[in-house]
């Protein structure tokens, strides 16, 4: 706010604008506190050999950045971190959406079936991980059991990361069948009735008003989901064993980020990582705006 | 209309995702990790301010007189093993200084990263344990309370009765002192007799060598048709596992002195070999990564284990613990003569020691509780409760009757023999975990009948330590 518009204000004006400062000042501080300064701080912090517990940082540029750029551990993360999108994502759309459908229709029981798939939504995150390792387990677990085979799942580095992005997809279907499920409600019924009079049957119906109806929606949950994805963690840190064999073709980026900067206790390194991350993320956000003018349909 | 909200609600999630990315360099994975046990950390010491102001010299002045009565403190450790029995001397120590104090236990790898997350941002517990791998980086940036004054005035704490390695380990090299030894730690084998007794193979005695462990692991691997391993040791076993087969054959993981190590030397290359040949019988590396060498233990699919004597409970406790009997560490026959030699058996050992923070509300009552603690009275008590041996010396014969049905005389009998101090430097994590993961002794691991990536490891890891050294 400019002096000059100070001036001119009436008094009633000033309380006013008094007033919406101290509306929005919790959410400013916030944002500033937990947000902005930490953000900040990382930038600095991966220009700086950090010394223990954040004190006696010493500037050295950019000789993180080539440290990190230059290790192939950052390059195969960042490939298994795609890896795991390239599954979670496309999967989670798809499934979630021919359950959206389904379960759209007025049936006997569809808010039963609905809790049922979003239920995995309520659980936490480590819990699912955890249930999820044990079916895995090569020995004494669940899967191997029923199927009698003496798979791997999560040691053969050739299927570990199909492993693990499996239990993304099995968590984020619930949550993205119930935005797909509220964009179809969206959708004018009489739509339907038309091509239902012109003889269009439901496929056809499917993949010439739903999904393109529909794509505002799909756009959103692809671009969340998305940054979702590739900033996975928690997955692989509590499936995956440090001994693991198939821990460096499984690791995410942030991962590794948390193992150095917590476990090794190189925040400097750690935040370079992080930031090599964020520029990923954003040019990945670009093309998917880019993107959105091209394929997304708004009435 | 539907445009707009839909591109606002866009906006917002890429700033709050991207924000919440950035930001997690402080904040997010530590709280994440810790889960519960998270918040307990956050919520130790409040008044900080107040710790400010009592810089640890001044409120020496009265020490050994337990804490005026009232306040509390938070106790943090990684061994619920332990937790009954602590909070059991505890509470003792509550009912006479007034001051009541609860033990929070946090596992092991999210332990260091809240008590440095703690200590960075100023609201750590006020006593907790301190351990080889880290406590130098502690010792050197004051974060923790100086105890000289305190232990200068307290007639019950003399440092001298402690085991010399331990109290080295957490005296800093101006002379600060900055933990009490708490306890010792030694390595025993243990076997399942069951599973012995079953396949009709003789069980280990105080005299075995390693090549008898890796002659009745072959049997009874071989006899159960891979149902049963005779032998489990992931990578992480290092402590109770590999290591002690190095210093075994002669080498060492890391010197004296603390700067180098002898893990590429012929010798140590002997004693991976001795691993490796035993690996070959023993569950393969893709099982022990997915299940635990301690787990596959206790449901019978693995005839012997090492362990160490921090761990005793845990097996006592278990279902099947009539079959379970600890013999001495095996030792190898380097020379070749029948008999074991002075420098053939060795028994890793540790102390984890009892610190402060420096930025405690309440100095004195922290020193008052972990004199109690360490104290000989204390160190008896701990090793009668049978939570470990005690970390003065000469006070440990009671853990050996501790537990009842159960001879663990193994771990006080190795003291016979050399122990060494469990090898650390400055950053002991950084080399630790690389030695485990792939480019240190996992392909090895996962590929134990090919001698030569074995001795490929066995270089990779003298150059794994001496690059993370130089780092340091």
């Known amino acids: 706010m400019s002096e000059k518009k100070k001036k001119g204000m009436t008094a009633a004006e000033k309380r006013t604008a008094y007033w919406a400062w101290a509306f929005v000042a919790p959410t400013i501080i916030g944002l500033i506190v937990l947000n902005f300064y930490p953000a900040i701080n990382t930038v600095w912090q991966s220009l700086c050999k950090t010394g223990d517990f954040g004190r006696g940082n010493t500037f050295v540029g950019f000789a993180n950045y080539a440290k990190v750029l230059s290790a192939g551990e950052t390059w195969q993360s960042l490939w298994n971190t795609i890896k795991y999108a390239l599954i979670e994502v496309p999967f989670g759309v798809v499934i979630a959406l021919i359950l959206a459908v389904f379960l759209n229709q007025k049936l006997k029981g569809t808010s039963v079936f609905r809790t049922i798939f979003f239920l995995p939504m309520v659980c936490a995150p480590a819990a699912v991980a955890m249930v999820w390792k044990w079916l895995y387990n090569q020995q004494f677990g669940l899967l191997n059991n029923i199927f009698h085979t003496n798979v791997a799942w999560i040691s053969n580095p050739k299927i570990a990361w199909i492993s693990i992005a499996i239990i993304g997809v099995w968590s984020v279907i619930g949550y993205n069948m119930v935005l797909f499920i509220s964009g179809l409600q969206e959708i004018p019924g009489d739509y339907y009735e038309a091509a239902s009079i012109d003889g269009a049957n439901g496929v056809r119906q499917f993949l010439s008003i739903t999904v393109p109806l529909l794509s505002p929606t799909t756009f959103f949950i692809v671009q969340t989901r998305l940054i979702g994805a590739l900033t996975v963690f928690d997955l692989m840190f509590m499936v995956m064993d440090k001994t693991n064999l198939a821990l460096q073709k499984t690791q995410s980026i942030v991962y590794l980020f948390y193992t150095y900067a917590f476990t090794n206790g190189n925040k400097g390194y750690g935040a370079t990582l992080v930031m090599v991350l964020v520029v990923f993320i954003m040019i990945v956000t670009f093309i998917m705006q880019k993107a959105e003018k091209k394929f997304v349909y708004y009435n | ?472």
């Open chain 2, 1 to 472: 209309m539907k445009k707009k909200v839909l591109s606002m609600l866009l906006a917002s999630a890429m700033v709050l995702s991207l924000a919440a990315c950035g930001g997690s360099g402080s904040a997010a994975p530590a709280s994440d990790a810790g889960g519960t046990d998270a918040a307990a950390a956050e919520e130790a010491p409040a008044e900080e301010a107040a710790a400010e102001e009592a810089p640890a010299e001044e409120a020496a002045a009265d020490t050994a007189a337990p804490a005026s009565g009232g306040g509390s403190i938070t106790i943090n450790i990684w061994d619920s093993n332990q937790q009954p029995g602590l909070q059991q001397i505890v509470d003792e120590w509550s009912k006479e200084s007034g001051v009541s104090a609860k033990i929070e236990v946090v596992d092991w790898d999210n332990y260091w990263t809240l008590l440095e997350a703690g200590a960075s941002g100023g609201t750590m517990p006020d006593v907790f344990w301190m351990h080889s791998n880290t406590v130098q980086m502690y010792m050197e940036n004051d974060i923790l309370l100086k105890l000289n004054d305190y232990i200068d005035k307290d007639d019950t704490i003399d440092m001298s009765k402690y085991y010399e390695g331990i109290v080295n380990l957490y005296t800093r090299s101006d002379g600060n002192i900055y933990a009490i030894p708490k306890d010792h730690d030694t390595i025993a084998l243990l076997y399942n007799k069951a599973i012995f007794d079953q396949y009709g193979v003789e069980c280990p005695t105080d005299e075995w060598t390693w090549e008898d462990v890796y002659e009745a692991a072959a049997k009874i691997t071989e006899a159960s048709g891979g149902e049963v391993y005779g032998y489990a040791m992931n990578t992480s076993n290092n402590q109770d596992g590999w290591y002690n087969l190095v210093y075994d054959y002669g080498a060492q993981i890391i010197n004296d002195t603390h700067d180098g190590t002898s893990i590429g030397s012929a010798e140590g290359k002997a004693g991976m070999e001795m691993v490796r040949k035993i690996l070959t019988v023993a569950a393969p590396q893709s099982v022990v990564a997915e299940t635990g060498t301690d787990s596959l233990f206790q449901s019978g699919k693995v005839a012997m284990i090492t362990q160490g004597s921090w761990m005793i409970n845990s097996f006592y406790t278990a279902e099947n613990h009539a079959d379970y009997y600890w013999a001495l560490l095996p030792y190898a026959d380097v020379n070749g003569n029948g008999t074991c030699d002075d420098g053939e058996r060795y028994s890793a050992y540790n102390g984890l020691g009892w610190a402060a923070s420096a930025a405690t509300a309440n100095p004195d009552a922290c020193y008052s509780l972990i004199s109690y603690l360490c104290s000989e009275e204390g160190q008896k008590k701990q090793a009668e409760l049978g939570i470990t041996m005690a970390g003065m010396e000469g006070v440990s014969d009671a853990f050996a009757n501790a537990f009842d049905g159960m001879d663990v005389s193994a771990f006080v009998k190795i003291e016979d023999y050399r122990l060494f101090f469990r090898p650390y430097t400055r950053k002991t994590t950084v080399w630790e975990d690389a030695l485990q993961q792939q480019g240190g002794f996992l392909d090895p691991w996962q590929n134990p009948e090919d001698p030569a990536l074995m001795e490929q490891a066995c270089d990779n890891a003298q150059k794994i330590i001496e690059d993370a050294i130089a780092a340091e």
